[in-house]
């Protein structure tokens, strides 16, 4: 048999009015989908494990959010609404927001069952946005301009290593830093290294 946590009852009986039906509607679903659910408490708000993670609930404000541990398996990756508010199913106002109890029971079921299978949670597929390209600053581009072979071991580098030693030079708040690090910069360079040859096998 499953677990209840005095916690989440707790959790609901503060909760806003309007929340309190909602988070009473899906609690009994996801028992009722699940009896060997263990209700538990993550991140400050109530959660349901059965065999590892399988959904959480939470209310805010204005709205209450429910999610999947591995929503994009359980409900796929074009009904996630997590755009406009944690969870799966976006900002729940009221019970009606929800898909039909026969629908979230699937739902839950389908996660249960990816948790007895053992299937790991998906990897976000969010991608990462562009780093934004450092230009070489004036100063520094004198000092390449001094040494070819500085100057050429540098264009040669990869441009996330070239990044490095720019980051590393620019991102220096004092004078005097700034120019220890170019002229560190400048020596490994001469060296043929790298920014992080130190940390490279």
Same mark, same amino acid.
């Given at each position: 048999?499953?677990?209840? =946590? ?22 009994? !679903? ?6 060997? !659910? ?10 349901? =494990?059965?065999?590892?993670?399988? /959904?959480?609930? &939470?209310?805010?404000?204005?709205? /209450? ?46 996660? &249960? ?12 597929? !969010? ?8 230009? %070489?600053?004036?100063?520094? &581009? ?7 072979? %500085? ?18 030079i620019t991102e220096a708040k004092q004078d005097e830093t700034r120019k220890r690090r170019m002229?560190? &910069?400048?020596?490994w360079l001469r060296e043929g290294k790298s920014r992080n040859w130190k940390y490279q096998k």
């Amino acid at each position: 048999m499953g677990t209840r =946590d005095p916690r989440v009852d707790a959790y609901i009986a503060k909760s806003a009015d309007f929340a309190k039906p909602i988070l009473s509607h899906l609690r009994e !679903v996801v028992h009722s989908a699940c009896p060997d !659910v263990e209700e538990t408490w993550k991140w400050g708000a109530p959660h349901f =494990d059965y065999k590892g993670m399988l /959904c959480g609930m &939470a209310s805010f404000k204005q709205h /209450c959010a429910f999610g999947f541990w591995k929503g994009s398996l359980v409900i796929g990756e074009d009904a996630t609404a997590a755009s406009e508010a944690m969870g799966s199913f976006g900002r729940i106002a009221k019970v009606s927001d929800l898909p039909p109890k026969s629908t979230l029971a699937g739902y839950v079921k389908k996660a &249960a069952k990816l948790n007895e299978e053992g299937t790991p949670r998906p990897k976000s597929k !969010v991608p990462k946005p562009p780093k934004k390209e450092i230009p %070489v600053p004036a100063y520094f &581009a004198t000092e390449l301009r001094k040494n070819k072979k %500085v100057r050429t071991t540098f264009e040669a580098l990869s441009p996330s290593h070239q990044r490095e030693y720019l980051e590393w030079i620019t991102e220096a708040k004092q004078d005097e830093t700034r120019k220890r690090r170019m002229a560190m &910069a400048i020596e490994w360079l001469r060296e043929g290294k790298s920014r992080n040859w130190k940390y490279q096998k």
